[in-house]
């Protein structure tokens, strides 16, 4: 039963980020568990610094190759914090239907990407940045945080959620000057 | 004795710095916790230098958004600007922009 209820919520968080902006109800009762959260958290992560990577090899923007080596920067020291803590509490990350239809998703938008170049790719790399950002503080704020029941997993999304809140401002504004 | 003089000079020093009024010699600092500036809005002498001290994980930047300075301020270090020019300045992080202080810069 609860294994069916897992599963269940765990497509409905996938749905929710495959739509941006879509919300998530929170229900105590099919709330995703902290091995749960932490691993989505981490393959969010790991998606945002591979999608950045892929930018340093094509961009030849300044303003898009800072923007990106930004990322990898920031990404990379939350999800080492991340690591860090799931060692420190003994909590093995779980993977799950949201982790895997987040990768799934990331895979098939980096092929589209890859197929880009000049112009063109800045523009759908940053487009994307904005959706996949907005989409990751979404879960954070309506299902990670909330679902979270370890006091230090809750304050580094809480942390997480503020530098991605800046990350989605940052892409937002480089947005706005490309054509 | 002379030990006690020093340390209440010190002491003096700590507690004007704290205050986000600057002194001559002395940086005016600002810390950054979780994300944000503080005190956010400091106000320092033309000449005196302004020291940013970044407790995050991640690096950060102090970018005057007129564009006359821009400090980079890597996690868990400081990082340090001297103000030379008389007015207020508006600054912010590049990388997580709602991050926002300011600096008014005064005559000696």
Known sequence: ?179 | MRTQWRSTAFGLLALLAGCGVGMAGAAVRVTIADLAFSPADITVKAGETVEWVNNDFVDHTATAKNGDWDVMIPAGKSAHQKMTKVGTFTYFCRVHPDMIGTIHVVND
């Open chain 1, 1 to 179: 039963m609860l294994r069916i209820h897992l599963h269940s919520h765990a497509l409905g968080l996938a749905a929710a980020f495959m739509l941006a902006g879509a919300t998530m109800p929170v229900n105590a009762a099919d709330a995703p568990t902290d091995p749960q959260i932490a691993h989505i958290a981490y393959t969010a992560g790991a998606i945002d610094i591979e999608a950045a990577k892929q930018a340093l090899k094509i961009s030849k923007d300044a303003h898009v190759r800072a923007f990106a080596n930004d990322m990898v920067r920031d990404h990379q020291a939350v999800n080492d914090k991340a690591l860090a803590l799931v060692k420190k509490l003994h909590v093995t990350p779980e993977d799950n239907d949201t982790s895997k239809a987040l990768t799934k998703q990331a895979d098939a938008e980096r092929a589209k990407l890859a197929k880009l170049s000049g112009a063109a790719f800045d523009k759908a790399y940053v487009d994307n940045e904005v959706a996949f950002h907005k989409t990751v503080d979404d879960a954070l704020s309506t299902t990670l945080i909330p679902s979270s029941s370890n006091a230090e997993l809750k304050k580094l999304l809480q942390t997480g959620l503020k530098i991605f809140e800046g990350h989605l401002k940052h892409a937002e504004h480089l947005a706005s000057t490309l054509k």
